[in-house]
Nanobody, 124 residues
Framework: VQLQASGGGLVQAGDSLRLSCAASGRTLSRYTLGWFRQAPGKDREFVAAIRYSGHTYYADSVKGRFAISRDSAKNTVYLQMNSLKPEDTAIYYC???????????????????WGQGTLVTVSS
């Protein structure tokens, strides 16, 4: 499956952005879909994931501010980001995998399909 992320940009603290990740090649209906981010000089970190069941999971740092969702008809996963903070600045990547167990959904190395990343910059 090929993933194409979009929606990043430059915003001010407190603003909102919605990232999109469109898939082609296969339907995502049976995939676990995740968003990860990587700030300069830091490791890639888990942001959010949604299982094929619809259950969602979030990093503590974004819980209550970000929301992950999927549109099966459009074969797309979204990340709605509200109340953005400067520390949210990073390149955001979408990822997908069809065989993740629950204990692995926060581990970027367990995902086999990745989008190219979209840059989110939050100014103070």
């Amino acid at each position: 499956v090929q993933l194409q992320a979009s929606g990043g940009g430059l915003v001010q603290a407190g603003d909102s952005l919605r990232l999109s990740c469109a898939a082609s090649g296969r339907t995502l209906s049976r995939y676990t879909l995740g968003w990860f981010r990587q700030a300069p000089g830091k490791d890639r970190e888990f942001v959010a994931a949604i299982r094929y069941s619809g259950h969602t999971y979030y990093a503590d740092s974004v819980k209550g501010r970000f929301a992950i969702s999927r549109d099966s008809a459009k074969n797309t996963v979204y990340l709605q980001m509200n109340s953005l903070k400067p520390e949210d600045t990073a390149i955001y990547y979408c990822a997908a995998d069809s065989s993740l167990i629950l204990s692995s959904i926060r581990l970027h190395e367990q995902y086999s399909n990745w989008g190219q990343g979209t840059l989110v910059t939050v100014s103070s």
